[in-house]
């Protein structure tokens, strides 16, 4: 067994944690043989492995005998800062933007070349979106990715473009320059955004959280095309975000 | 290393998890050598075992040194049924409650003898609560807890009971056998009433939420004891736990 290994999946612990990573929103439940498919590890490790990870609670059975993330490991996510910080210092300002404009409300972190969706506020009045909370969108498709891609480090908006842009409708930004040009905008307006770029029928305005001298967070609403008064939305996010930036400053002093 | 282990921090997978149940909501930032002391495991291995979840992303370094629960272990507690099925089922009904009451609005399940929180919702009408989600309270002294108990095994009752009802204000419920028929009245009533039981100041009034022949969770409201029309509120959540019901219904078969 390496300590501090770089290969996390060659020591007793990675290998737990390959299992864990076997689940994702597109499967939250698995058996034991696509377990040990999904984790590349033979079918008696797996077994022996789940075993502990579900007597700790890291893992719980279901009813047809597939395997779920339980409920201990559920509760110990929680502590983490996103949660315990940023999520709920947004939370209910996300509440009261969400009772004035009837939009969907999105809190998001960049990670990488994504964006994390911490929170997501939607209600009858709202459109669906594909974000969740936990889950990963796009940078260069949406109002919070923009904004988190714009106030991001130089080298990591060069990586994103050099990867390639995935069109995901006719309108998406799929050209480096435009999306760099469209950036420097971004920063310049003070928000960011998109017009049917992820999904036909939605718009999106975003604006950042500042927390001091760095962007924390970006915090969105999502409309219908029809419905996109940018500009107004923009002036309704405006206030709400610096108010979130000037608790997680005071709670973090 | 023992397989399928009752006593999951003899192993090395146990040993990773006892890291991170050191942490918890009163202490969710910790030094190496408190993760080490409140593991019970020795500083080299404390070391190296925080090395490996460090880079897999189940912790993550502070600025000031400590370690705080990783973003990629928050992401993978999301997966979990109660938050994929349940809380994302209730969260639109709870937040039209408390759009349309000011409350706080609560979503707890019963996990042995306690209540876990699985989402609160409060704002700036709302008066403070202890409970957060992911956290934990007692089963008699909260109206969701009342609500749990109420439709616990019996088995469940006797043992907590038997424990000891530990009292928080001259008002809380601290002898069994007014417990027991409080309970009873929960049933027959269809809701939960607390008055100070928990709080000064603050009451509380629960629904269960039935998905089939079950009781998978509780939804209550707390406000100011001066504001409580306790029979209004009930007759305001009833539906709503109704509606959720039925959803989770649906979405199961």
Not at 19 to 25: E, M, P, R, W
Not at 52 to 59: D, P, R, V
Not at 220 to 230: H, K, M, N, W
Request: with cysteine; proline share 5%; charged share 25%.
């Amino acid at each position: 067994m390496a300590g501090n290994s770089r290969e996390p999946g060659r020591t007793v612990t990675g290998r737990a944690f390959s299992v864990l990573s076997a689940f994702d929103a597109e499967s939250p439940r698995l058996s034991l043989t696509e377990i040990s498919q999904r984790a590349e590890i033979p079918l008696a490790t797996a077994h022996r492995l789940v075993g502990e990870l579900e007597s700790w609670g890291a893992l719980q059975r279901e009813h047809d005998g597939r395997y779920a993330i339980g409920l201990r490991l559920w509760e110990i996510g929680l502590l983490a800062p996103v949660h315990t910080g940023l999520r709920s210092t947004a939370l209910p300002h996300m509440q009261q933007l969400h009772e004035r404009t009837g939009a969907n409300v999105q809190l998001a972190v960049r990670e990488g070349m994504e964006a994390v969706y911490v929170e997501k506020l939607s209600g009858r009045r709202s459109i669906p979106v594909v974000s969740r909370s936990g889950g990963r969108l796009p940078l260069h498709t949406t109002g919070v990715g923009k904004v988190l891609l714009a106030h991001a480090p130089r080298a990591v908006v060069q990586e994103y473009c050099a990867r390639g842009l995935a069109r995901h409708t006719p309108y998406t930004i799929a050209e480096p320059g435009r999306l760099v040009r469209e950036l420097a905008r971004v920063r310049q307006r003070g928000f960011a955004r998109t017009a049917e770029e992820m999904t036909v029928g939605s718009c999106s305005v975003a604006v950042p959280v500042w927390e001091g001298e760095d962007v924390v967070a970006a915090l969105g609403l999502v409309v219908q095309s029809a419905r996109a008064e940018v500009t107004k939305l923009a002036r309704i996010l405006a206030p709400a975000a610096e108010a979130i930036g000037r608790q997680l400053d005071e709670e973090n002093r």
